[in-house]
């Protein structure tokens, strides 16, 4: 979609949470890829963690960076698949106000693309909590690059028509 010159970009303040039981800072992958995407496009690395796949703690950290006025947005890595330790999802749903339902039908139709029927098994989804935007994305360093690539990167961009997730952001919090 086109990207409109004649608006000023906005950088957006984005945290990072890696959801995980085995990786640590030396091997996040996914992590460290979507930091240098975020960056690359003039956005801002508001905060960066790593959290173990456990309910109560990834829901405080969450509400911990909702509340916090320096981020707009979280994305996390990590947690979204079925086993029995994938449970990002449900504490995202323990914090948002509103799912984007579209987010998730999107990215696996262009998960398809690179891997297959093997997308059915991401449960990648986004929400909206006090005004703070959440996405949720599969660990994998591909599907990263293609969340980021293929959605974020434009959503992200205030001058993406014919609209964006940034313009929206001054309005999140309306009753």
Not at 25 to 37: Q, Y
Not at 99 to 114: A, V
Request: negative net charge; aromatic residues 6%.
């Amino acid at each position: 979609m086109p990207i409109d010159e004649s608006v000023a970009f906005l950088p957006v303040r984005i945290a990072v949470l890696t959801v995980s039981d085995s990786r640590t800072r030396a091997d996040d992958r996914s992590g460290d890829t979507l930091v240098e995407r975020l960056t690359s496009a003039g956005h801002i690395l508001a905060a960066r963690d790593i959290i173990k796949d456990d309910k109560g703690a990834i829901v405080a950290h969450l509400h911990a960076w909702i509340e916090d006025p320096q981020i707009d947005c979280i994305i996390t890595t990590g947690g979204t698949g079925v086993t029995g330790r994938d449970i990002t999802p449900e504490a995202l749903a323990m914090v948002w106000d509103k799912e984007i339902q579209g987010f998730g039908e999107l990215f696996r139709w262009l998960s398809f693309k690179s891997i297959g029927t093997s997308t059915i098994q991401s449960r990648a989804t986004a929400g909206v909590a006090r005004g703070t935007y959440i996405f949720a994305l599969p660990g994998s360093t591909g599907a990263v690059k293609d969340a980021w690539d293929g959605i974020l990167l434009s959503q992200l961009d205030s001058r993406h028509r014919p609209c964006n997730f940034v313009e929206l952001m001054p309005r999140l919090r309306e009753a």
